[in-house]
């Protein structure tokens, strides 16, 4: 399948946008250039609406995927090396998932409703990356079979720390994640042997974390 990776005049406006909120790593900024974003968006009857504009962008099932700045920022903030193991937490429409993937890494997504997931594997499928794997189910439970991980995002908020995923952290492993309902904000976790270290950060607003499969 052709990869079409264009530079659009909206790449070009996110990224002045991306760089005004202060996102300066040059690798995540070069990924989010690559990824056609508009491709992971469901067509909205209102041709106003912009997936490339500075918020959340609706994609069905309840679900959004998230402000272009908050994708960066979430990224940035893992520091992330080409070759590293990363689980992703709710898959939803994929873009996310192929920013990692454009970064070199080999990802490891869950995503626990199934119609969402089945229509994101077809796409990034059709996109040719062979670095992401896809699972369908409650990612609470982390996927224990191939951790341990050295970087963990969630893009969905649980109301408390779910200490398991923290287990499948290595050692020197960064995990981030939106913790909180109604008042969220995103947590940084550093794994250093036994040692774990939580920084608190910006204020976010994400879909819930929800337990089971759909
Ligand atoms: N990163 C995604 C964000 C999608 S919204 C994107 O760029 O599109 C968050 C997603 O988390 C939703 O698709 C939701 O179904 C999923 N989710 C919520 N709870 C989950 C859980 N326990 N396990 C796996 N996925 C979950």
């Not at 520091?79 to 490891?108: F, P």
Request: hydrophobic share 35%; with cysteine; charged share 20%.
């Amino acid at each position: 399948m052709l990869r079409i990776m264009q530079c659009t005049d909206n790449h070009h406006t996110m990224l002045e946008t991306l760089r005004r909120h202060g996102i300066k790593n040059g690798t995540v900024l070069q990924a989010m250039s690559r990824v056609p974003r508009d491709a992971f968006a469901p067509t909205s009857a209102d041709p106003r609406d912009n997936p490339y504009g500075d918020h959340p962008y609706p994609i069905g099932h309840g679900q959004t995927m998230s402000q272009p700045y908050i994708v960066a920022y979430m990224t940035e903030r893992l520091n992330l090396k080409q070759g590293e193991r990363i689980l992703e937490i709710g898959t939803g429409s994929g873009y996310q998932t192929a920013i990692l993937a454009e970064l070199g890494l080999q990802v490891y997504t869950i995503e626990r409703i199934s119609k969402l997931a089945e229509h994101t594997v077809k796409k990034l499928t059709d996109f040719g990356y062979s670095n992401i794997h896809v699972r369908i189910g409650d990612g609470y439970k982390g996927w224990k079979d191939e951790s341990p991980f050295d970087a963990i995002i969630v893009t969905c908020a649980p109301a408390i720390m779910p200490t398991r995923l923290i287990q499948q952290l290595g050692h020197n492993g960064r995990m981030i994640l939106p913790i909180g309902i109604e008042v969220q904000r995103l947590v940084l976790v550093r794994k250093k042997g036994d040692t774990i270290e939580e920084e608190t950060d910006i204020g976010v607003r994400f879909v819930p974390m929800v337990h089971g499969e759909s």
